[in-house]
């Protein structure tokens, strides 16, 4: 049971109307993608060491956009987060400088279509 659900089912419990709204479908990686493989040998090129590739378990556009393009390629990157979700939220300029050279390199190896 998800635990918005488990939150759902106390307040109404209690007397109160709720509704839910507003979910992300979810998102499975493709761990073999060519996506990830070319994002993979253009990180190592760049920085001489392999990147940590994870996968995460949170609400991302990914899911989205996966359930409109179910057979389009997707990697989900970006720049270190401090303080997600909160008034203080911000980005590592250190760390958003790395990703732009990343991000694109990743394009320039892009195989071209025909």
């Not at 109404?12 to 060519?34: A, D, H």
């Not at 993979?40 to 760049?46: A, W």
Request: neutral net charge; glycine residues 8%; proline residues 6%.
């Amino acid at each position: 049971m998800e635990l918005s659900d488990k939150i759902y089912n106390i307040f109404t419990k209690i007397g109160y109307e709720c509704s839910l709204s507003g979910g992300y479908p979810g998102w499975e990686p493709n761990v073999n993608s060519e996506t990830l493989k070319n994002a993979i040998s253009s990180y190592t090129r760049l920085f001489t060491n392999k990147p940590k590739v994870n996968v995460i378990h949170a609400g991302l556009e990914c899911g989205i956009i996966g359930s409109h393009y179910p057979d389009m390629e997707m990697i989900s990157f970006g720049p270190t987060i401090l303080g997600a979700h909160s008034p203080d939220e911000r980005a590592s300029i250190k760390s958003t400088q790395k990703f732009w050279i990343f991000f694109k390199e990743i394009l320039k190896n892009i195989p071209k279509s025909n």
